[in-house]
């Protein structure tokens, strides 16, 4: 079980995040750490409360450390003042595959579920939406349908008017 600043943590690779530079560190069992490719000999040693010795390649340095929250840490090395991320190696690649998919770029296609008349268009092309606002109101079998948007983002085009027809798989908007 490998130790950053107090908090244990299983896996043995990380990427801490300090000043918006992310920098990999492998951490191994036998007192030695890999710092983006650069080896260091290690040894931390636990004063009192929150407050480590650290010795990096026989330079001694005084460390305090408070976790923040789960993946944030404030530490002070010889009286710097700095905030840093540490995530484990699969932490780090979930969050990136996460922040890809918010910024890729989504099309949505609502078509209508079933035959019926547009009576009412709620929303106008352009508009900024959230989800589960009513867009169009769609009239089958004597009632009225909220037709919502399923997610948020921008109505790129409206193809229905009021007052027509449409039968079940017509499109209705497109949502970006």
């Not at 990427?15 to 983006?36: G, L």
């Not at 090395?77 to 770029?105: M, P």
């Amino acid at each position: 079980m490998t130790t950053i600043i107090g908090q244990a943590y299983s896996m043995n690779e990380f990427v801490v995040t300090i000043n918006e530079k992310k920098k990999k560190i492998s951490v191994s069992e036998n007192s030695k750490v890999i710092v983006d490719n650069k080896k260091y000999e290690y040894e931390l040693i636990h004063l009192k409360g929150l407050n480590y010795l650290l010795k990096l390649n026989n330079i001694f340095l005084e460390v305090t450390a408070s976790k923040i929250d789960s993946e944030k840490f404030s530490i002070s090395i010889e009286g710097n003042n700095f905030e840093t991320l540490v995530r484990s190696l699969l932490q780090e690649k979930a969050n990136e595959l996460l922040g890809n998919k918010s910024t890729a770029h989504h099309k949505t296609e609502v078509k209508a579920p079933m035959p019926g008349m547009i009576l009412k268009i709620k929303k106008s092309a352009g508009e900024l939406i959230s989800q589960g606002e009513t867009i169009i109101i769609l009239e089958a079998m004597k009632m009225e349908n909220d037709l919502r948007a399923p997610n948020s983002g921008l109505i790129k085009n409206i193809f229905v008017k009021e007052g027509t027809a449409v039968e079940k798989g017509a499109s209705l908007f497109t949502i970006e």
